[in-house]
């Protein structure tokens, strides 16, 4: 694939990937306040040291969860940009989406 329009396919995955995020369905909206509740709740009930502990949790989660959404969000454009690229030209798609 040449390199302009691996640009102009980057930008509309980024582009689709922004749309999304703001989209989600109201499961994944709920399940985030949840979260968001339960560990407030359960933030103030910590000591000093537990909480040092709990900010390495809430970070992990943070850091998950976006490469959650960068993995299946970006893995599924690209396989379906390569999909379609291939179907035009009978070609074989790669295995794997390399991302």
């Not at 582009?15 to 709740?41: C, D, I, T, W």
């Not at 359960?42 to 000093?48: A, E, I, K, N, Y």
């Not at 809430?58 to 959404?69: K, M, P, Y």
Request: hydrophobic share 40%; glycine share 10%.
């Amino acid at each position: 694939m040449d390199t302009h329009f691996q640009q102009l396919a980057d930008e509309f995955i980024t582009q689709r990937v922004g749309h999304y995020g703001k989209n989600e369905p109201e499961a994944v909206g709920s399940a985030f306040v949840a979260l968001k509740k339960g560990m407030e709740a359960l933030r103030v009930t910590l000591g000093d040291e537990q909480l040092s502990l709990f900010r390495v949790c809430e970070n992990a989660i943070s850091l998950v969860s976006g490469e959650t959404d960068r993995y299946y969000y970006v893995g599924g454009f690209k396989d379906a940009i390569a999909f379609l690229i291939c179907w035009g030209n009978d070609a074989q798609p790669a295995e794997e989406s390399g991302v």
